[in-house]
């Protein structure tokens, strides 16, 4: 795998700016209470979006979780549809039903965040599944966090996997945190890389840099259309904040909040990039600020779109 | 008594069933070292050690069959789902494995597994926690369903069902979680009878059978109904399975209309089973059809859940449609 170019280094500042900003401007909506409902932010695990997505496109699937605003934004999803579907406004992307929780957008393949944790990773099995029937050379990548291997769905859908070769990718962002409680409450092995082994799954692990990510989940994507299998692909990274927005952390302890704040997926790379002359630091502010106004019309579009009417409850249920 | 909180009443009662038994220990995601995930165990751990408060993976169904293997060979486990929508993650363990162990391995084995659960709306959570699922369970033969609407109630039916040598499920509602009310003192020891109904309010006109956080939400439209000199008697089961026939049917005599109200989907839902019941049984009775009060046939809704969610004013309108007609 050839080193990205600069284009694509600049395309990547771009979006991990851009998923940074959608997740500081919905934790000052939720804060505001122009959100309802529960909030996961993923604030500090952009790279890894940002890099698997690069190697996607609209026919590969993705299946993420409830801190998966990342993977949406990655994936190419309008922001504004989704902004409206986090305010509950009949013109997002799911007529005001999902919320955070199950972001979905079918028309570029991103099957939905799930509020049920690993439930996402059989259904992109599925959707592998589906591609291989088919005859395509489409793709899929589950998405969940390490806790998320702890269920069995998780272990069944690597062993289906593995038998049948399906061209899918399992990408796990292991933020050192389920919930309230650390990995290891979750998990006897330092790394879901292990896990892997089980299944004969070739597995890697690699840091929170963008550019990193993105060759390993190169190889893999390779692999998954050419028809060699599955692969698993651990980021180790750090959960900034809470597990939802307002979650105090008491049980996490000030320090160790703080320390993985150090910690800046972007601005790590913001840093890489000046020193590389790649780009230089006005274009990166006009960067952010581009970005910055375009989450800003987001919103502006979310809060004069229309609540769904009571009458449009039962809309849908049966086709 | 004292005044005390729900979320602090189930506290206690765990609290002092552990103090009481030695086998009752609490497993379960978050529940020792963050103390629950709604706060029900904050303590426990400090106080019982993570022999006693075992704080678990994500793997619902393999915990939920632990304990019951735990509980076969004479433990007594008191398992915590962070919301009931993830129960369906241990189905199996409940319906296939806890529910038959007892009946089908010939009376060999008795299985004390209390699983406890918040469930309802009310936090706009949308469709995959917010569920109340449970009339799913009273469908199995084999297991008990406990529902408590007050602090004093969750702390005594808690008490009992950690007792119980059979299979409880014990439903809680998350927005009775901050309720405060009193609750019997840890010296009292009180221990509410399961399958025993509690007259919540009486009245003349009309039954109201309900449970959890719409036995409030009844109570509500009993005050509401007064003012128009309607009086309604408010039936709190308590227990779904097995419910206390006795206790509705000598209401459903003394005012001759019944209306049962949950805050599950109405289809199906446990007040059909009460209804058919009255129906079956005390026909006679009834000097007009019976109403049910319901969530509406589709999956909780993320921003309708203020019109999805059952309340006070379709109780009303349930108890004044039943109080126009007549058999
Ligand atoms: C089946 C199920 N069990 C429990 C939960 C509650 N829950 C939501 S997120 C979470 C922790 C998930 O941890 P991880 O998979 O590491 O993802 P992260 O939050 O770190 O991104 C838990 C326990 C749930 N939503 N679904
Ligand atoms: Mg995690």
């Known amino acids: 795998m050839s080193r990205p170019s600069k284009e694509m280094l600049t395309e990547f500042y771009t979006m991990m700016v851009r998923i940074r900003k959608v997740e500081e401007m919905l934790m000052e909506v939720f804060s505001r209470g122009e959100i309802p409902g529960f909030l996961h932010v993923s604030i500090g695990q952009e790279a890894a979006p940002t890099a698997v997505c690069a190697h996607l496109n609209a026919n590969d699937c993705i299946s993420t979780t409830h801190r998966g605003h990342g993977w949406a934004v990655a994936k190419g999803i309008e922001i504004r549809r989704a902004m409206a579907e986090l305010f509950g406004k009949r013109e997002g992307f799911c007529l005001g039903r999902s919320g955070s929780m199950h972001l979905a957008d079918a028309g570029i393949g991103i099957m939905g965040a799930n509020g049920i944790v690993g439930g996402g990773i059989p259904i992109a099995a599925g959707a592998a599944f589906a591609a291989q029937y088919k005859k395509t050379d489409h793709v899929a990548v589950a998405t969940f966090g390490e806790g998320a291997t702890g269920e069995g769905a998780f272990h069944e859908a690597m062993n289906f996997a593995a038998i049948r070769r399906l061209p899918m990718v399992f990408v796990c962002e292991n933020n050192g945190w389920a919930e309230f409680s650390p990995k290891s409450v979750h998990m006897p092995v330092e790394s879901v890389t292990s896990r892997a082994l089980a299944y004969d799954i070739p597995a890697v692990s690699v840091s929170n840099k963008v550019v990193e990510i993105y060759e390993a989940a190169g190889e893999a994507v390779r692999r998954a259309r050419k028809g060699e299998g599955p692969s698993l692909l651990e980021i180790r990274c750090d959960r900034w904040y809470g597990h939802y927005v307002g979650d105090a952390q008491k049980y996490r302890g000030k320090e160790r909040v703080e320390e993985a704040m150090a910690k800046d997926c972007i601005a790590d790379f913001e840093a890489e990039l000046i020193k590389g002359k790649v780009i230089r630091r006005k274009d990166l502010d006009r960067i952010q600020a581009e970005v910055g106004a375009e989450v800003e019309d987001a919103v502006n579009f979310a809060r004069q779109c229309t609540y769904p009417d009571v009458s449009e409850m039962l809309e849908g249920l049966y086709v | ?327």
């Open chain 2, 1 to 327: 008594m004292k005044e005390t909180r729900y979320i602090f009443a189930i506290k206690e009662a765990m609290e002092e069933e552990m103090d009481r038994d030695e086998n009752v220990f609490l497993i379960g995601e978050d529940v020792g070292l963050a103390g629950g995930s709604f706060g029900a165990s904050k303590g426990l751990y400090e106080k019982f050690g993570p022999e006693r408060v075992v704080d678990t993976p994500i793997s619902e169904l393999g915990f939920t069959s632990l304990a019951a293997g735990a509980a076969s060979c004479g433990l007594r486990p008191i398992v915590e789902i962070m919301f009931m929508d993830f129960v369906t993650c241990a189905m199996d363990s409940i319906v296939n494995q806890i529910a038959k162990m007892r009946y089908m391995f010939g009376n060999q084995y008795t299985v004390p597994v209390v699983v406890r659960m918040p469930e309802g709306g009310g936090l706009n959570a949308g469709p995959q926690h917010s569920q109340c699922l449970e009339a799913w369970f009273a469908h199995v033969p084999g297991l008990k369903v406990v529902m408590a609407a007050t602090p004093h109630d969750v702390k005594g039916l808690l008490k009992a069902s950690i007792r119980d040598d059979n299979p409880v499920i014990f439903i809680e509602n998350k927005t009775l979680h901050a309720m405060k009310g009193m609750a019997a003192d840890a010296e009292d020891d009180v221990v509410l009878p399961l399958g025993k109904a509690d007259v919540k309010l009486q009245g003349s006109d009309v039954t109201i059978v309900t449970a959890s956080r719409m036995v409030h939400e009844s109570l509500k439209a009993a005050k509401i109904l007064e003012q128009e000199g309607i009086s309604a008697e408010v039936v709190d089961l308590m227990t779904i399975q097995p419910w206390d026939r006795q206790t509705v049917f000598e209401s459903v005599a003394k005012t001759h209309r019944l209306v049962v109200a949950h805050e599950a989907v109405k289809q199906f839902g446990f007040g059909a089973e009460i209804a058919a019941a009255a129906a079956e049984e005390i026909m006679d009775e009834l000097d007009a059809p019976i109403m049910r009060v319901g969530a509406p046939f589709a999956p909780a809704s993320y921003s309708l859940e203020k019109y999805y969610v059952p309340s006070a004013d379709n109780v009303v309108s349930a108890v004044k449609s039943t109080l126009e007609r007549t058999l």
